[in-house]
């Protein structure tokens, strides 16, 4: 048997097939593409189910590939045993009509035997009981001996969907002889003995929706070979955690905490589930997940925050994961190339998730224990629903870890009671964002909208020629409206944009016979239906035929900062990565606001560049036009989809030239030059991974330039300098300050220390302890503690208190000789008592210490508490 190292294996097998005709595919995302019936890629031919459908062509029929894949369905197992893991490497060799089973049942046996050069009498198969095919081709052309060939029933050996592609499997299992399992222990069994090395599956049927199997006329092959458990057959290892590539995060765990695995169980639990989850999130980050709290973010942020709490169990109390992340990129970027150039996003992204639940952590910690010593002592062994959500909800804990440390205690948790608690938040958080205004959003207040159309011809009209279908007034149905009335008007056709998308609805002006109405706001019902909310300006309203028209330079300016948006999130992924997506916007007339995925704060210069690349876009004129068509075409169009659980089948694909496409059914510019100039006026993080920039187009760019000439002519007027001269007119002016400030802290440490001698006069003494305390108008807190210093060395053994009150601000000083300390008097715990006097609080060293006040008028009874402390 040859000796390969993991990704030397990697490398073996895919030119092996590549030598078969077969084209080598890099890994697919972990994230699956267009499949929302996948959280994560769990198997090697899952990102290709379409191609074994029909739905899609592949680019060969001939393919080889080594998938990256998770699976949490044992997440609880990781580490409790030594073979169980989340993350791991799925080879694969796939025909699509093309080769079948007398091509690769010989290449299989060929790789095994001939490149991996595993002894052919320790080779055994399955086959489905039905398959004479597959058996025949193993016995006949391979020559493997009857007795090693078992036939196994449908649920072992058999694979398929509800409908669609299905067909029987064989698989080839490795003997690794009678020292790990018993003479009458045979494949498939659950002993050690063997263990499956490969799977291949015949898709030689197509299953109907009653169940009837039809024969394909161009079968399948689909074979999967897990790289780490081929590792330990070749590398001679009892698991995979002894394998060359994962025993070296082991050691590099082992180098930070200085522990060593392998002598103590508890902790080897905690090695390995740090060894697995860190190679889970590395490529999960990778591939532009983030953490958060629902589907896939919420696997990695438990992978996360899981592994970080068994590092604490190794006696490492600082971030470290990051750490431990670059050793698996440097491993397997040499294959995964994304991994080498994410490598600072990843780290960082680990970094500060680990960094923000380490705060957390141990608060928690000691609440969960107080917990579970108060359910000792009343001999109860589930934790309630309400305390497992305020742990989720105060201090970060997922319930899942909640869940693991009770379990490791021998403890359980009241799950429905925490989703009750949940279901309650997110309850509250409903209601929280209920905007309504119009009293038109209720379930009941809908029903008043059934049975109606209308047409919106805003994309192409600014005006249209319409009818009034419905009048409503203070939720009812009227007939009429008079002067000052407030209304909601139901139009068969408009050019008025329903808010949607971020994007907020049109203002204007409806005219009818003898009538004029104005538009404030253009909402759309849950139905989809355009409504008006208006003000009668004049006249009756009826039930008319009327001419309705935007406010065509709102419009305008509201296109600007729509079509801005799809230039920003472009250039945010330029500048920032791949992993930035949009998490919300605002667009209105005067600004915009643009919300996206991202762990840190943005810096000047990415901001900067940000900016600079969206003015190159609206200068370099990009055309804009927008396409109708099917959800599946934007896809493969490239189109960017925000939100894809609310397009219909039929959307709208807005692109700027070759810069920018997706998916959007806002109002836009014909031209990026028409947004004229773009400004960001803000950046900041709105909530945990989000972060919030505030920009400007078109005439508010101007008017906040106009306005910016305004504010440097008054600073010029007060410097009484031109404007060409501010900037070396304020740094003069503040070094002449810096060096003023500093001759007056130099005048008040001399006026200070002329009283020395003065202060030393005031000596008391209290139970054998000498004290001086003196209060200082003016005076810094700096001068004071070298004025403090200087008294105690003069006097010898002494409490020295001094307060000052500088320009409203009270702040005191203890300085206590060496002799006393020795005595237990400590400055820190006196001024802290002292302070609380005045409303305030501090502390400090036991010789030294400092405090501030709150309260001026208690400066005298601060100062008196020390006699009462001695």
Known sequence: MKFLGLHEIRSEYLKFFESKGHLILPSFSLVPKDDDSLLLIGAGMAPMKKYFTGEATPPSKRVTTCQKCIRTGDIDNVGITDRHATFFEMLGNFSFGDYFKHEIIPWAWEFLTVNLEIPAEDLWVTVYYEDDEAYNIWKDVIGVPEEKIIRLGKEDNFWELEVGPSGPCSEIYVDRGLEHGSEDERPGGEGDRFIEVWNLVFTQFDKDKEGTYHPLSHPNIDTGMGLERIATVLQETDNIFEIDAIKDIIKKISDICGIEYGKNEDFDVSFRVITDHIRSMTFMISDSIVPSNEGRGYVLRRFIRRAARHGRKLGIKRAFLSEVADLVIDSWGSEYTELIENREFIKDTIRREEEKFLETIEQGLVRLNEKIEELRNKKAKILSGEEAFKLYDTFGFPIDLTQEILHEKEFKVDIDGFNHEMNLQKERARNARDDSNVGWSSQKDESIFEGLESEFVGYEENEASAKIIKIIKDGEEVESAGKGEKIILVLDKTSFYAESGGQIGDTGIITGPGFEIRVVDTQKTKSGLHIHICEVVDGDVKKEEVDAKIDVKRRNNIRRNHSVTHLLHKSLKEVLGSHVNQAGSLVMDKRMRFDFTHFKQVSPEELKEVEKIVNEKIFEALPVNTTITSLDKAKEMGAIGLFESKYSDEVRVVTMGDFSSELCGGTHVSNTSEISMFKILSEGGISSGIRRIEAITGPEVYNYLNNLDKVQDNIADNLKANREDILAKVKNTIKELKEANKEITRLEHSMAKDQVSEIMEDVKE???????????????????????????????????????????????????????????????????????VAGGGGGGRNDMATAGGKDLSKVNDALNKLEELL
């Open 766 to 836: 209290k139970n054998g302890v000498k004290y001086i305390v003196k209060k200082f108008e003016g005076v810094d807190v700096n001068t004071l503690r070298d004025l403090a210093d200087e008294v105690r060395d003069k006097v010898g053994s002494v409490v020295v208190l001094f307060a000052t009150v500088n320009e409203d601000k009270l702040n005191f000083v203890c300085a206590v000789s060496k002799d006393l300390v020795e005595k237990n008097i400590f400055a820190g715990k006196l001024i802290k008592e002292i302070a609380k």
